[in-house]
């Protein structure tokens, strides 16, 4: 179901692609209208076409177009050519006679010669009672029609075609003047019903004067009623109609336009990139090419387009139609393509980096950084070198050519400042480099809160700074996250601890109670001693936490002193002489002759040997030596306890340091497994170091202080 969804966001663009063109000509419509009725049409409250300034000054133009008498260039010599022609010669004549077309006089002929083809003459006809001739342009077919007369000449013209129905001037005046809209000038006098074209309106034109002082007399015109033909008249007509509807319903077309092209606009460019869920925005190779390219093949086809509807020639309208469509199509397409590339790289954020500008630098940019450092300095120095040969050769040419002292000066100041530029560069670069030594110190010497501007540094200096910058913060973050996870478990061990040692404390007491009470049996006293012995070991286990938890956190508050090492251990040692002797364990101890010091806290220190003599009379073999030895050595003291297992060490050294691990497999002993990790961490707070060594069933520890003078 959402697949369906989001394949309907690219129907949705597809759909759009196909209404945004229709509802983009409906607003070009309106838009051409309006501005047509304000500045074209001049329209003086009226809805009539023809009643129009646009109209009547077409009119008028084609009237002062056709405004010539055509007269043959020799015109006795063609008249006896005529003559001695047979009927059918004169037909063939006449079809490809080239008549030269003179406006007034011949002096004015001489000046401007037009040539007409196709005309159809007749000749010997009446015209206004004096023999002359009539020429038929056939070839003219538009809604103009006309009648032009030469009275003086006895020449007539007009664009009817030559029928029975046209074969005198009377009837050429009868079916121009069948229609609605004419304009008729005799003998000086206009007769007409366009209001733009009366006498009073034109009689003091210019193309009104020539009229008058010409040899044409009469002039004929009407326009064809419905105007059949597709000229300038029924395009002007067809353009004032489209903008009178449009200046009405524009107020509300556009808007509405407007509104709908935005909206498919938005769902056009959601639409676009998008193929199937999940996949993002999908690009093709045309998308994947360089910018500059795409545009290229754009350009190409938009001309290509703009080629088919501008060179038609061609008066079959299917065919102008056809070619205008195809072009518009073949530039709209183009226009969705470019529009498509463009929004896809920018939702893919590539529209830069898929130029040509981008490619070129970024492959020199790629070059130059995959060179060794000594190889970049080489590349900068060897530039340096270069540019400062040049000015230096340059000063030198210039201080011996009498005419360049100017560039001299010119060539010093780009030397000097050559070396300057080098040296503020240089001094940048070590004060970078003296920013990150800085850093790297602070960073040695635990401090993470490190500040160094990147920005600020170019080239390798700045990535090398932003590696510093995601060390530290690794680093800071995982100090925080360990110190914060440190305390938790702290205040964790604690409030348990505390929780557990209230409810401890009672059943300890009730129990030393109870031992002081007469038993009925022995049974039950048996019982007792076992509670008892569980509830110490539970309180022991208990206080070993709280300490395990305080020493690991080192909230611990040390007194540090001077310590006698022999005598320590002595003490030591007695305090576990019985317990070796319940486990037949012989103790071997080897103390210097003199007496060692160190720097410590002797309570700990003596919790930390108590821990190491405990779990050897813990965990020793039976019947076997313990080994303790105190190695002076020249500026520490090394106390070191070894001893054989009784049970097989299974696990590492790193197993054994850990919380709650024994050597042992089982968990039957009195031991919590807490004793080593204690001591480990005591030694640590008291600037000790704590190693743990095992070989087979050998265990070995070894406690490292600095040595102290005797006095």
């Not at 196909?18 to 049409?41: E, Y």
């Not at 063609?78 to 079809?95: C, H, I, K, P, W």
């Not at 508050?557 to 070796?580: A, H, P, T, W």
Request: contains cysteine; glycine residues 8%; proline residues 1%.
């Amino acid at each position: 179901m959402e697949k369906n969804r989001i394949s309907w966001a690219r129907v949705s663009k597809n759909i759009c692609y196909f209404l945004a063109p229709f509802f983009g000509l409906i607003l070009i419509a309106c838009i051409t209208g309006l501005v047509i009725i304000d500045i074209d049409i001049e329209v003086e409250e009226t809805t009539n076409y023809y009643d129009t300034k646009l109209f009547s000054n077409n009119y008028f133009n084609s009237i002062n177009n056709y405004f010539y008498v055509p007269v043959f260039a020799n015109q006795e010599e063609n008249n006896a050519t005529v003559a001695d022609n047979t009927e059918g010669a004169q037909l063939e004549a006449s079809s490809n006679a080239s008549v030269s077309i003179g406006y007034q006089d011949e002096v004015y002929e001489h000046y401007s010669v037009v040539e007409y083809y196709g005309y159809d003459i007749q000749e010997n006809v009446d015209v206004n009672g004096k023999k002359g001739t009539i020429y038929y342009n056939r070839n003219t077919t538009n809604n103009f029609k006309y009648l032009m007369i030469d009275i003086q000449k006895g020449i007539a013209v007009t664009n009817l075609e030559h029928t029975m129905r046209t074969d005198s001037i009377e009837k050429i005046k009868q079916v121009i003047s069948e229609n609605s809209i004419y304009w008729n000038f005799q003998k000086g006098k206009v007769d007409t019903n366009i209001s733009h074209l009366s006498l009073e309106e034109i009689c003091y034109s210019s193309q009104y004067k020539n009229m008058s002082n010409s040899n044409i007399k009469e002039v004929y015109t009407s326009l064809i009623d419905g105007l059949p033909y597709k000229d300038d008249y029924a395009l002007t007509k067809f353009t004032y109609d489209l903008s009178m509807k449009a200046n009405t319903l524009a107020p509300i077309l556009i808007p509405l336009c407007i509104a709908i092209l935005l909206a498919l606009g938005l769902i056009i460019l959601n639409g676009i990139g998008k193929k199937g869920k999940g996949a993002g925005i999908h690009l093709n190779g045309f998308d994947k090419m360089p910018l500059e390219f795409a545009f290229m093949i754009g350009v190409i086809t938009t001309g290509i387009g703009i080629g088919c509807f501008v060179t038609i020639n061609s008066e079959i309208r299917a065919i102008i139609f056809s070619g205008v469509v195809i072009g518009s199509l073949i530039i709209y397409l183009a226009g969705i393509s470019l529009l498509e590339t463009i929004v896809k790289r920018m939702k893919t954020h590539t529209l830069w980096k898929t130029t040509l500008l981008y490619m070129i630098g970024h492959g020199i940019k790629t070059i130059f950084d995959n060179r060794k450092f000594a190889t970049k300095l080489v590349l900068a120095y060897g530039g340096f070198c270069l540019a400062g040969g040049i000015a230096t050769m340059a000063m030198i040419d210039a201080r011996y050519n009498y005419y360049n002292n100017g560039s001299m000066f010119f060539w010093f100041m780009v030397l000097t400042g050559l070396g300057l530029g080098t040296f503020i560069i240089l001094f940048k670069r070590m004060k970078q480099f003296q920013n990150i030594q800085d850093a790297l110190k602070a960073i040695y010497e635990g401090n993470t809160n490190i500040e160094l501007d990147s920005d600020e540094l170019t080239g390798v200096l700045k990535q090398m700074a932003i590696y510093i910058e995601d060390i530290a913060g690794g680093l800071s973050n995982a100090i925080q996250q360990s110190l914060k996870n440190e305390r938790q478990k702290t205040e964790l061990i604690t409030n348990v601890s505390h929780d557990i040692k209230t409810p401890l404390t009672s059943i300890i007491n009730y129990v030393d109670l109870l031992k002081k009470e007469e038993m009925p049996n022995e049974k039950t006293r048996e019982y007792l001693e076992i509670l008892d012995s569980k509830s110490q070991r539970l309180k022991r286990l208990t206080e070993d936490l709280v300490e395990a938890s305080k020493a690991s956190s080192g909230n611990i508050k040390l007194k540090m002193e001077k310590i006698n090492v022999n005598e320590l251990i002595k003490q030591v040692s007695g305090e576990f002489e019985d317990r070796f002797k319940e486990r037949n364990l012989e103790e071997i101890m080897t103390l210097p002759e003199e007496n060692v010091f160190i720097q410590a806290d002797g309570r700990y220190l003596y919790r930390v040997l108590e821990n190491l003599y405990s779990n050897a009379s813990k965990y020793a073999m039976e019947g076997s030596r313990v080994y303790l030895d105190v190695v002076p050595k020249q500026t520490s003291i090394v106390i070191q306890m070894k001893n054989v297992s009784k049970e097989k060490l299974n696990i590492t050294t790193d197993e054994l340091m850990q919380r709650f691990v024994r050597g042992d497999s089982s968990r039957n002993t009195e031991g919590s497994g807490l004793g080593l990790s204690i001591a480990s961490s005591l030694t640590e707070l008291q600037g000790g170091k704590f190693h743990i060594y095992l070989d087979g069933d050998l265990f070995k520890v070894t406690l490292g202080f600095e040595k102290l003078k005797e006095a």
